[in-house]
């Protein structure tokens, strides 16, 4: 019904900046909030970063700063800069939305694929 595709993972060094994007498609009547989670080997998965339809943001202590997440709601796209990246921010990625697919349906969460990023020392 609905799909995330992300894109913008790799591999770079400690200090750099990567962008992550995140495009949401198919059957859609309004998203809500969009986010970003993470998950490290061995670790669970945790939020990112959050920004809901009217643009509040909602950050991680130990990205605030460093990361910022904004949407396109036309588009239905949502993005995550990372700048000053860490090693601790080696993770899969993982966009993930809050969509009503029809105005009488309840709202469901939608992930996406997940995309890697790793920052070496």
């Known amino acids: 019904q609905v799909q995330l595709v992300e894109s913008g993972g790799g591999l770079v060094q400690a200090g750099a900046s990567l962008r992550l994007s995140c495009a949401a498609s198919?059957?859609?009547?309004?998203?809500?909030?969009m986010s970003w989670y993470r998950q490290a080997p061995g670790m669970q998965r945790e939020l990112v970063a959050a920004v809901t339809s009217d643009g509040n943001t909602n950050y991680a202590d130990s990205v605030k700063g460093r990361f910022t997440i904004s949407r396109d709601n036309a588009n239905h796209t949502v993005t995550l800069q990372m700048n000053s990246l860490k090693p601790g921010d080696t993770a899969v990625y993982y966009c993930?939305?809050?969509?009503?697919?029809?105005?009488?349906?309840?709202?469901?969460?939608?992930w996406g694929q997940g995309t890697q990023v790793t920052v070496s020392s």
């Open positions: 993930n939305a809050n969509v009503r697919t029809r105005s009488w349906n309840p709202i469901r969460d939608f």
């Open positions: 198919g059957s859609i009547f309004r998203i809500n909030a």
